[in-house]
């Protein structure tokens, strides 16, 4: 693996603007039950592990059938046990936690609590992350601050029962995996020459997405009328594709504490978009997280710490 090299301190312009079109995707795929219902309508979905299996085997094929093309060199001995632990940590355990607390929590609660994301990745960053990151000054004050603000406009629902617990609990054990997997990604995907990356998304994302499929069959039967799979493969096609494209491009030039905004960022664009396109009242708790989170996000991804990490690998995506 490659010694990752110190970038200037300031985060690169593209990968901010990266970061925040994988949000929005991300937003638009929280509402696409309401800008799509025709095709999308809410009581008639896929079951939740073939939601998820779907995109990552589509993006796990398109990038293996594109570094098989560029020759790139594949994950072996420990490379390869630090893909699968990514994978791992990144997809599979806290899809199967979310899956297992579905009927314990509401989507509200479950969104407020993947605000601590950030706040959990700035504390094990120096620990999970790059080498450098234990040079790096870390405050928590901002990520706390976006936390309030979601809060805000998520509002956090206590569990009033043993079986609401143990889904809150589930769910709080999924935002700490992303979080650690985050910095654990960042340091791998900042360690591997440029033409390794490919390889290492291809595996992590087919991985998670053999697990989910696997689970697919054992706990849902698959959609018997093929109709009902294609406007999933053509959202998959145009936007969740991209959005694991958008990922795994930003891990080595984003600490994973700035990685971790788009769980701040994605919730805020979805509250943007729904006043602007249906308009509904807003209160002022909901104005005030609003603000924080705005604030809160901005300060996390603009201000500099004393020495960010980023890494010298690249995502080489053909040129479209």
């Not at 079109?21 to 800008?35: F, K, N, P, T």
């Not at 300060?299 to 995502?315: A, K, V």
Request: hydrophobic share 55%; charged share 10%.
């Amino acid at each position: 693996m490659a010694v990752p090299e110190p970038l200037p301190k300031s985060t690169q312009p593209r990968a901010l603007a990266a970061l925040g079109l994988l949000s929005l995707l991300w937003a638009l795929g929280s509402l696409r039950s309401d800008l799509l219902p025709q095709f999308f309508p809410p009581d008639d979905q896929l079951p939740f592990f073939q939601r998820l299996a779907l995109p990552l085997i589509l993006f796990a094929l398109a990038a293996a059938a594109f570094a098989l093309i560029r020759k790139s060199p594949w994950p072996r001995g420990r490379s390869l046990v630090d893909t699968l632990f990514v994978s791992l940590g990144l997809f599979v355990a806290p899809g199967v936690l979310l899956f297992l607390a579905a009927d314990g929590i509401s989507d509200l609660s479950r969104v407020a609590l993947y605000s601590l994301a950030p706040v959990f990745a700035a504390v094990l960053e120096p620990h999970l992350g790059r080498p450098d990151a234990l040079q790096r000054s870390t405050s928590l004050l901002a990520p706390l601050v976006a936390v309030a603000g979601t809060f805000c406009l998520f509002p956090l629902y206590l569990p009033q029962s043993i079986a609401a617990a143990c889904s809150f609990a589930a769910v709080l054990l999924a935002v700490v995996s992303v979080a650690a997997a985050n910095c654990f990604a960042v340091r791998i995907a900042s360690e591997l020459p440029p033409a390794a990356l490919l390889p290492f998304a291809a595996l992590a994302s087919g991985a998670a997405g053999l697990v989910f499929s696997m689970n697919a069959l054992l706990s849902a039967p698959v959609p018997t009328h093929p109709l009902t799979l294609v406007p999933t493969l053509l959202w998959s096609a145009f936007v969740d594709l991209p959005s694991l494209a958008l990922l795994f491009w930003l891990l080595p030039r984003l600490s994973a504490t700035r990685m971790t905004t788009r769980f701040l960022v994605a919730p805020l664009f979805t509250n943007l978009l729904a006043l602007a396109l249906f308009r509904p009242p807003i209160d002022l708790r909901e104005l005030l997280g609003l603000v924080l989170v705005i604030l809160a996000s901005g300060s996390i991804l603009l201000t500099p710490p004393e020495s960010p990490p980023s890494g010298n690998s690249q995502l080489n995506l053909p040129n479209q």
